[in-house]
């Protein structure tokens, strides 16, 4: 919730000064990903929008009210106008979606944030379709790669690796088996 109350207050800041490396880290991902529905849990100011605009619907989830509504300022532009983009105030730990529901989660540099790692990656994988994809990454200094594949408690196949995306990151990409 601290870490949450920071992006509430950093939410102008954080698009300009984050929105090229993060857009970066999007790109990485995105060609691994599942046509059809997607949620993007941390979805921040919606840097990854114009990736993610051919997944559609689109769901944001974020814990900071302040980021979602720089998001929802990017989806009135003309090119989301045909694209069903919903915004949620929630959080990783206790996402507001069916079992089984998507084919698609992303979660970009969020996970070393979550206030509690092992529910929140456990409610990503809960909202997933059986062989439906997760793409996580987080921040390599905080999460290192090792780590976030521990951390993870499913039977999954690993379908892509990254380390220092964006010089950064560690991530991954893994399908629910
Ligand atoms: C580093 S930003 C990344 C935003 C976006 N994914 C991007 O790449 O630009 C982290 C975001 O995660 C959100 N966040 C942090 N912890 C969260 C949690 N437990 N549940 C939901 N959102 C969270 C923050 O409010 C912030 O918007």
């Not at 950093?10 to 300009?16: D, Q």
Request: charge should be negative; hydrophobic fraction near 45%; charged fraction near 25%.
């Amino acid at each position: 919730m601290h870490k949450i109350r920071l992006y509430n207050e950093s939410a102008p800041t954080y698009h300009l000064r984050y929105r090229q490396i993060q857009r970066i880290k999007y790109q990485a991902i995105t060609p691994f990903l599942i046509e059809g529905p997607i949620i993007d849990v941390g979805i921040g100011t919606g840097i990854g929008l114009p990736s993610l605009i051919k997944f559609s619907p689109i769901v944001g989830v974020d814990g900071a009210v302040e980021m979602l509504r720089f998001a929802a300022e990017q989806i009135k532009e003309e090119k989301y106008k045909h694209r069903i983009v919903s915004l949620v105030c929630a959080v990783a730990e206790a996402l507001p979606f069916r079992d089984h529901s998507v084919p698609t989660v992303v979660s970009i540099t969020v996970i070393q944030n979550f206030t509690d790692i092992n529910q929140g990656l456990a409610e990503l994988i809960r909202v997933l379709q059986k062989e439906g994809r997760c793409a996580i990454t987080s921040l390599s200094k905080t999460l290192p790669l090792d780590e976030l594949e521990s951390t993870i408690k499913a039977d999954v196949a690993l379908i892509s690796q990254f380390e220092k995306l964006a010089d950064e990151d560690d991530g991954l990409v893994f399908q629910l088996i």
